[in-house]
C-alpha cells in the first residue's frame, strides 16, 4: 500500500502520546515506563510514532519538503513496532505502516540514507547485507557434515542468515543449531554457498523494489529444495520468511518455524532430551522481530464507509503484537536443568528494542548502543546473570555495548544453551 492509502490513520492521530509509554495498566514503574527509543533518546515530539504520522499527514496535505531535519527524523527510528502496539492498546489506527511508507517514499523520491544506500547497494553485489570480508557463506559449517538441501532430500530447510553466516562471532550460534537439531534426529539440510539474503533488512531500510527483486531470489531457491518446512535462528529473517512474504504473495505454503518453536516441538516429543543441569539464573528478551513484529500477517479487503467515523466493511482486523512467538523460548528456558528465568518489566509485545533494527544499526550506530545499553540497565536491574536472546543482532549489538561500556551480564543465544544442556 502506498502512503496514501493511510491518509485517514495519520489524520486520527490526536497526540496522545500513547506511543511514547507503555499502557498504563501495564507499566511496573517509571523508571521503565517508555517503550519508544526514538522519542526517549531524543526528546522531541516529531521522534515518536504520532509526531511521525503529523509529519507524513501535513506531507501528503503540502508537498514532501527533504530537509536534513525531516530526514533526520525518519530515519532515527528502528521501526520496532512499539509505538503500533501501545498506540492500539486503545485504538484502531495503523502507526508502524505509514511510518514505513515515509521511509519508502523517501527513497523512491531520491532520499535514501547513505549508509543504508551502501549496504542495499552490498546486498545487490554480494547477496549478503553485512560484509563478507573474502569468506565464504558456508564456512561456518566446515567440518559438521552436514547435508546440502539442493542435492540431497531433507524435510526441513535451516536458513542461516547474512549475520550469523558470515560474522565470526556469531557462527557459533549456526553450529550449535545444527547439532542440536543432528541430535534430535531432524531431517535437515542447508544451502551453503547458495544459500542468499531474505532481502527484509533493505525493505526496512525503505528500498522496497530490492527488498522484492532479493526476496524473488530466494524464493526460488527455497523452491528447488522441494523442501515444506524452512527454520531459522535469526529472529529478522523469521519475520521476513513468515511475515514479509506472505504479505507480498511470497510465501505460498511454506511453513515457516523459528528455531525456539521447533526447539520446544523437539521437547515436547522427547527426541530433545536436556540432561546437564547449568544453575544460571536468565532474563531473556523479546527481539522485535520474533515478538510484536513477527505476528502473522492478516489478509484484508475492504474499503473504508464514507463519513465522520472511521469505520471500513467489512470490519479490519489489526495486528496488535500480541500473536508474536513468545512461550516457545520461554518454555524452552523452562526445560533446561537449572535455568532460572526472571522476567524484566517490559516483555512481549511491550519489550523495549534491542537497538538493530531498522538500519539504525548502520546509520547511527550511537544511537543503536544507546538503546541496547536501556535494554541491559533493565536485565541487570532483575539480578540475573546473563541475558538470553533469540536473535544474533541482539546478541551481538549486546556483547559490543557490554564490551565497551563494562558489566558483569553474559550474553547467550537460546540455541547456545539448549547445545550444552543436551
Not at 213 to 224: C, F, N, R
Not at 287 to 300: A, D
Not at 354 to 375: H, K, L, M, Q, Y
Request: hydrophobic share 35%.
Amino acid at each position: 500500500m502506498a502512503l496514501e492509502e493511510y491518509a485517514g490513520d495519520m489524520s486520527m492521530c490526536c497526540r496522545c502520546s500513547a506511543c511514547k509509554f507503555v499502557p498504563l495498566q501495564q507499566v511496573k514503574g517509571f523508571k521503565h515506563a517508555n517503550v519508544c527509543p526514538s522519542i526517549s533518546r531524543y526528546n522531541f515530539h516529531f521522534y515518536s510514532g504520532g509526531g511521525r504520522l503529523n509529519l507524513g499527514y501535513a506531507g501528503l496535505k503540502n508537498g514532501f519538503q527533504y530537509v536534513p531535519r525531516y530526514l533526520d527524523v525518519l530515519y532515527n527510528c528502528q521501526l520496532c513496532g512499539a509505538c503500533d502496539v501501545s498506540c492500539k492498546y486503545g485504538m484502531d489506527m495503523e502507526v508502524l505502516r505509514p511510518i514505513q511508507e515515509m521511509r519508502i517514499k523517501a527513497v523512491e523520491d531520491g532520499h535514501p540514507h547513505p549508509a543504508l544506500e551502501t549496504v542495499v547497494s552490498r546486498m545487490r553485489a554480494t547477496g549478503s547485507m553485512v560484509p563478507v570480508a573474502g569468506r565464504k557463506r558456508g564456512d561456518w559449517a566446515e567440518g559438521l557434515g552436514l547435508r546440502n538441501a539442493l542435492e540431497e532430500k531433507v524435510e526441513i530447510l535451516y536458513h542461516v542468515g547474512c549475520l550469523t553466516s558470515f560474522d565470526p562471532e556469531r557462527q557459533k550460534v549456526a553450529r550449535a543449531t545444527a547439532r542440536v537439531l543432528d541430535r534430535a534426529g531432524v531431517s535437515f539440510g542447508v544451502l551453503g554457498e547458495a544459500e542468499t539474503c531474505c532481502g527484509g533488512r533493505a525493505y526496512e531500510m525503505g528500498h522496497q523494489a530490492d527488498f522484492l527483486a532479493q526476496a524473488a531470489k530466494s524464493k526460488e531457491l527455497v523452491e528447488k529444495t522441494g523442501v515444506k518446512t524452512l527454520v531459522t535462528s535469526c529472529a529478522t529473517c523469521y519475520q521476513v520468511y513468515k511475515v514479509l512474504y506472505d504479505r507480498f504473495g511470497l510465501k505460498d505454503e511454506l511453513e515457516v518455524l523459528h528455531i525456539t518453536q521447533l526447539l520446544e516441538r523437539l521437547l515436547g516429543e522427547g527426541r530433545l532430551k536436556p540432561s546437564r543441569g547449568q544453575e544460571i539464573t536468565v532474563t531473556y528478551h523479546d527481539p522485535c522481530h520474533l515478538g510484536r513484529l513477527g505476528e502473522p500477517w492478516i489478509h484484508w479487503q475492504g474499503k473504508k464507509i464514507p463519513g465522520d467515523r472511521f469505520v471500513f466493511d467489512p470490519p479490519k482486523p489489526y495486528r496488535r503484537g500480541t500473536h508474536g512467538v513468545y512461550e516457545p523460548p520461554r518454555r524452552v528456558l523452562a526445560a533446561l536443568p537449572g535455568v532460572r528465568l526472571v522476567e524484566m518489566d517490559r516483555i512481549k509485545e511491550y519489550a523495549w528494542c534491542g537497538g538493530s533494527c531498522g538500519g539504525v544499526i548502520d546509520s547511527n550506530p550511537e544511537f543503536a548502543e544507546w538503546t541496547a545499553a536501556e535494554r541491559l540497565a533493565e536485565a541487570t536491574c532483575t539480578g540475573a546473570e546473563a541475558i538470553v536472546t533469540a536473535s544474533p543482532w541482539s546478541e551481538k549489538l549486546f556483547a559490543q555495548v557490554l564490551a565497551k561500556n563494562g558489566g558483569d551480564l553474559a550474553v547467550y543465544d537460546i540455541v547456545e544453551l539448549v547445545d550444552q544442556a543436551v
